[in-house]
T-cell receptor
Framework: DSGVTQTPKHLITATGQRVTLRCSPR?????VYWYQQSLDQGLQFLIH???????AKGNILERFSAQQFPDLHSELNLSSLELGDSALYFC?????????????FGPGTRLTVL | GENVEQHPSTLSVQEGDSAVIKCTYS??????FPWYKQELGKRPQLIID?????GEKKDQRIAVTLNKTAKHFSLHITETQPEDSAVYFC????????????FGSGTQLTVLP
């Protein structure tokens, strides 16, 4: 158990809908990262938040947005869903207490768009 | 930005043999190189990492080497066991405020009993 929690574990929805994925980082971690992993694909970095502020954006679609709240949990919002958005979505957290970026992943949310 | 290439994409070895996975990176400012293991349907888990001020690091049957000049790093698994079967991802991160991980495309390792 990495200490990072994600809900829900599974999500099935229809095209055009909107969903929200939730992530709680490890206790004390200030950074949250979101990744998308499609079938047979590697991990694609989406977005990084540090202590409530957006720090970096990767391959995140305009239909996707995220935020990190004062209690440091984060939410990833996916709207106007398409079949191709079906994937595993992971969040990871890190402390940034040192100069190196050690990330700990949550169990993921499996999104299925029908 | 950083680009990480990983080879091979699939690797099959006999139990007890060694496995080697190689990665190259493009950003000379990268200073941290973790390796993650991901079993089917589960989270990626950090198994070992190396920092740019170190050339080699070992942890039991796992070792990682880094060649900063050539900008490549490798994962070595000795005495492989069936439970080593998984997808392995290398990654690189540069210094600075962003510190995002760029992952390789993954290697599916299968250890045959």
């Amino acid at each position: 158990d990495s200490g990072v929690t994600q809900t829900p574990k599974h999500l099935i929805t229809a095209t055009g809908q909107r969903v929200t994925l939730r992530c709680s980082p490890r206790s004390g971690d200030l950074s949250v990262y979101w990744y998308q992993q499609s079938l047979d694909q590697g991990l694609q970095f989406l977005i990084h938040y540090y202590n409530g502020e957006e720090r970096a954006k990767g391959n995140i679609l305009e239909r996707f947005s995220a935020q990190q709240f004062p209690d440091l949990h984060s939410e990833l919002n996916l709207s106007s869903l398409e079949l191709g958005d079906s994937a595993l979505y992971f969040c990871a957290s890190s402390s940034r207490g040192g100069p190196y970026n050690e990330q700990f992943f949550g169990p993921g949310t499996r999104l299925t768009v029908l | 930005g950083e680009n990480v290439e990983q080879h091979p994409s699939t690797l099959s070895v006999q139990e007890g043999d060694s496995a080697v996975i190689k990665c190259t990176y493009s950003d000379s400012a990268s200073n941290y190189f973790p390796w993650y293991k991901q079993e089917l349907g589960k989270r990626p888990q950090l198994i070992i990492d190396i920092r740019s001020n170190v050339g080699e690091k070992k942890d039991q049957r796992i070792a990682v080497t880094l060649n900063k000049t050539a900008k490549h790093f490798s994962l070595h698994i000795t005495e492989t066991q069936p439970e080593d079967s998984a997808v392995y991802f290398c990654a690189a991160t540069s210094s600075g405020s962003a510190r995002q991980l760029t992952f390789g495309s993954g290697t599916q390792l299968t250890v045959l009993p």
